[in-house]
């Protein structure tokens, strides 16, 4: 099931009213989301009453106490100067810690000066990919190492599922990549590893994943699409230093 995030708009009395009970009936939100095809990890109170944050495979939504109704987009504090999306704030942490369990799988192209590393959501299909491979040198030299981790985007429906899933079989992954990445590679004694490829497919859409080339930065945000490499490395000079 595929949601379009859309901003959550002042509807705290609205949706007060839908709430039956004081706290979050559990098994009741499990039931009710379970109709379509969702599976909550952790349910917990959000900062507007009868309203709870509800992790799912596919992502953070929210649910009124009996699970009757619920709302998909990203929930705004507006107390400061600036609005504060809780959402992406909630997503980035659980992003961080996914990306984390995947490091090992991952093919690296290390900046020799290491400012900045991003893990990158590739697709050998996709021409913005390309793009952003053939610029891997420029990226290095902003001091930005590059991680990639597979998302075929169509799944294993993708016609490049098996190219994809022999790089992750290859010894010298990061040259099969290369290889891939020029329509020059050469697939036919290689074992595939399918398994890799659909864990990490799988891990993508769980973060909301939804195109290529998809950026996480190293605090677990993501930025959708391409990025010249001057251009990233102002993006990451400007984020907050942890």
Not at 37 to 46: K, N, V, Y
Not at 146 to 164: C, D, H, I, K, T
């Amino acid at each position: 099931m595929h949601f379009i995030s859309r901003t959550i708009v002042a509807t705290a009395v609205a949706l007060t009213a839908f709430s039956a009970v004081a706290k979050p009936n559990e098994a009741a939100i499990s039931q009710q989301l379970e109709k379509v095809g969702l599976t909550p990890s952790s349910i917990a109170s959000s900062p507007i009453p009868g309203l709870n944050e509800v992790v799912t495979e596919r992502g953070v939504i929210y649910t009124t106490d009996d699970g009757k109704y619920f709302v998909v987009g990203h929930l705004y504090e507006n107390s400061g100067a600036q609005p504060v999306n809780l959402t992406e704030q909630k997503m980035a942490k659980m992003n961080k810690d996914k990306i984390a369990a995947m490091e090992k799988d991952m093919i690296v192209y290390p900046a020799k000066n290491e400012k900045y590393v991003v893990t990158v959501f590739t697709d050998t299909s996709c021409g913005y990919c390309r793009k952003l491979h053939n610029e891997i040198k420029g990226y290095n030299a902003e001091g930005i190492t590059v991680r990639y981790l597979a998302f075929p985007r169509g799944g294993e429906r993708s016609g490049n599922f098996n190219q994809m899933s022999t790089i992750w079989g290859a010894k010298d992954r990061a040259k099969a990549m290369d290889d891939a990445k020029s329509g020059n590679f050469d697939q036919s004694k290689i074992t595939p590893r399918p398994d890799l490829v659909r864990a990490q497919y799988e891990l993508g859409v769980a973060m909301g994943v939804n195109g290529t080339p998809a950026i996480v930065l190293a605090d677990g945000t993501m930025i959708p699409g391409y990025q010249p490499p001057a251009a990233l490395r102002q993006l990451l000079d400007s984020q907050p230093k942890s």
